[in-house]
């Protein structure tokens, strides 16, 4: 079975830090381009942020300078980490952990609450 688990959401004041987690299971994603994905109410689901397997980032506008996005790979399991710092109340949404795979179709995260309170 594949999982996407994403973690370390919560509340935070502007101007704070978060680190989001996901861990990988089921398959393995070593050769995957991984990404970060957020929805805020009302919202359509847009791009953060992406990670080859070679570490090539690319980001949205909106969060360049201000997130980093970073991948361990182990033997059996990628994790995928989101840095964000300087956080703005406007970044308040659900974080998404998700696959960007050519062919096969993607798999998604649950999701993860980010609160930036002004």
């Known amino acids: 079975q594949v999982q996407l688990v994403e973690s370390g959401g919560g509340l935070v004041q502007a101007g704070g830090s978060l680190r989001l987690s996901c861990k990988t299971s089921g398959i393995i994603f070593s050769f995957t381009t991984m990404a970060w994905y957020r929805q805020a109410p009302g919202k359509e689901r847009e791009l953060v942020a992406t990670?080859?397997?070679?570490?090539?980032?690319?980001?949205a506008d909106f969060v360049k300078g201000r997130f980093t996005i970073s991948r361990v790979d182990t033997e059996n399991t990628v994790y995928l980490y989101l840095q964000m710092s300087s956080l703005k109340p406007e970044d308040t949404a659900v974080y998404y952990c998700?696959?960007?795979?050519?062919?096969?179709?993607?798999?998604w995260g649950q999701g993860t609450q980010v609160t930036v309170s002004s």
């Open positions: 998700a696959t960007q795979r050519p062919i096969g179709g993607d798999f």
């Open positions: 990670l080859t397997h070679g570490d090539t980032a690319n980001y």
